[in-house]
């Protein structure tokens, strides 16, 4: 595994501040807030976390984010979800359950 510059939600971070979002940290994980939209931002692994949220976005570095999308899909939680797959130059994809390919930032 490449080693990512800086923490991964510490990039998730900087990512969804990026996009308009108002981030507040909540210990393991970030909530991001935009007009309606709460998503709850995390690394933990899709087990650990609980699934009484709507939106939830799973950030993970680039060579594990299809891994975790994949299981994502075998697993299909109650809420919507995304991951994040960020680069070792932080540059980042966003991989969704309908789509089968990552959509650029």
Known sequence: ????NKPLLEEAREI???LG???TD??????AERKWRIVYVTTDDPSEVTEDVDLR??????DRASRLRERLLDRGPDYDWAVVSV???GAYDVLHPQSSQALPS
């Open 1 to 4: 595994m490449g080693v990512v």
């Open 26 to 31: 909540l210990g393991s994980e970030l909530r």
């Open 57 to 62: 976005c799973f950030v993970a570095s680039e």
């Open 87 to 89: 680069a070792e130059d």
């Open 21 to 23: 979002y108002t981030v």
């Open 16 to 18: 969804f501040t990026g």
